[in-house]
Structure formats: C-alpha cells, structure tokens
T-cell receptor, first 116, second 111 residues
Framework: GAVVSQHPSWVICKSGTSVKIECRSL??????MFWYRQFPKQSLMLMAT?????????EQGVEKDKFLINHASLTLSTLTVTSAHPEDSSFYIC????????????FGQGTRLTVV | KQEVTQIPAALSVPEGENLVLNCSFT??????LQWFRQDPGKGLTSLLL?????REQTSGRLNASLDKSSGRSTLYIAASQPGDSATYLC??????????FGAGTTVTVRA
C-alpha cells in the first residue's frame, strides 16, 4: 500500500500563534490531497481539497484565511492554522490519492492540536 | 451532496462472533466505496476498496458487499478478535473525489 506521513502527531500552542502541519506522500505522487478535521466522537469533516500547484478549494464554512493550505509539490501539502484559538483545538487528518477519480485514498496518522 | 449513514453506532460482541456493519448512502453515482478502520487518536487505515462496477471485495476475514442501486454496503468481519476493536468508517465519493464519511460504527470485541 501507499504511505502518507503526517507531522507532527501532536502539538500544543499558545493562543494567537500559528501552527504548521505537514502531510507527505512517501512512496507515490499525490496530485490531490485533502484535509479533514475531526471532533471527539464525530466523523471526519472535509475542510479543503489541495491540488498541486494551484489554490486549495475550501468547503463551505471553512475560513481560508485561518486555515492556509499549500501544495507546493506532488508529495507535500501543508496546513497552517493561523492565529490559533482554543476552538481550533481538534484532530486534523490529511489524505492523498495517487491519481484521478476512483482511486484509493490513503490517510496520514493525524495531528492532535491543542491551543491553550 | 452525498449523505452517508452507518448503523449501528456501536456494537459489542464476544470474541469469535461474526460482525456485520452497515453503510448506506443517498447518491448512488459513486465511483467507489471504501471501508476504513480508525483506532482511538489515530488516523484511518484503509481496509477495502470496492469499485463502483464491483459487487464485493474480500481481504482475509473481511468481506464487503456493494449494492449501488439500493445505496448500501455491508462489511462482514468473520470470527472477530479483540484486536478488531476499533471504529469502522465507510466513505462513498462522487465525481468530485471527496470522501463523505458516515459517523462510524464503534466495535468492541470482548475476550
């Protein structure tokens, strides 16, 4: 199978600071990556779709200026939570597909963000 | 927009019993259906992928069926083990690549 690595696995930051989360496809090129958010005991909520070399597409209700996504290469996408607040505390997960529609999605191990 | 529902929300069985997890979706124009496993505080592990043209997929003790016309998929886990305890999620993407997830079924297998 394909491996998606997400880093860091957990992070604690102070209110008002920014945090960057990396998502890497280790053994395949990912033209499309997705970022999800998961609240306790709830399912995953899609935040945005990240395409290599172009701007991310955000889901309705997701603040693009707060959650900055960059997909600079075919193996790396980053999510930066800017000016973090305690309500941004959550579990963030990325996924990547190898190519096109109908292909399998592979997920990173997730990042637990706690804003204090 | 695709809506995915998973029933039951939780399931507790003794070791050795077979598990049946249900997933239903509202839009049958899916490209595939994928079953995942999530352990507490972890990411998702892909279990099975069923292409829209397929009726079922098998891997070891796992078997997943797909009935697009009725908008349903079922995951069967044979001879459950305590290590099968986890939350199981299904996702059914449409032509926009996006995975719409159900809330999951949390399985507990008692030793």
């Amino acid at each position: 199978g394909a491996v998606v690595s997400q880093h860091p696995s957990w992070v604690i930051c102070k209110s008002g600071t920014s945090v960057k989360i990396e998502c890497r496809s280790l053994d395949f090129q990912a033209t499309t990556m997705f970022w999800y958010r998961q609240f306790p005991k709830q399912s995953l909520m899609l935040m945005a779709t990240s395409n290599e070399g172009s701007k991310a597409t955000y889901e309705q209700g997701v603040e693009k200026d707060k959650f900055l996504i960059n997909h600079a290469s075919l193996t790396l996408s980053t999510l930066t939570v800017t000016s973090a607040h305690p309500e941004d505390s959550s579990f963030y997960i990325c996924s990547a597909t190898k190519s096109g529609v109908g292909t399998e999605a592979f997920f990173g191990q997730g990042t637990r963000l706690t804003v204090v | 927009k695709q809506e995915v529902t998973q029933i039951p929300a939780a399931l507790s069985v003794p070791e050795g019993e077979n598990l049946v997890l249900n997933c239903s979706f509202t839009d049958s124009a899916i490209y595939n259906l994928q079953w995942f496993r999530q352990d507490p505080g972890k990411g998702l592990t892909s279990l099975l992928l069923i292409q829209s043209s397929q009726r079922e997929q098998t891997s070891g003790r796992l078997n997943a069926s797909l009935d697009k016309s009725s908008g349903r998929s079922t995951l069967y886990i044979a001879a459950s083990q305590p290590g099968d305890s986890a939350t199981y999620l299904c996702a059914a993407p449409l032509n926009d690549y996006k995975l719409s997830f159900g809330a999951g079924t949390t399985v507990t297998v008692r030793a």
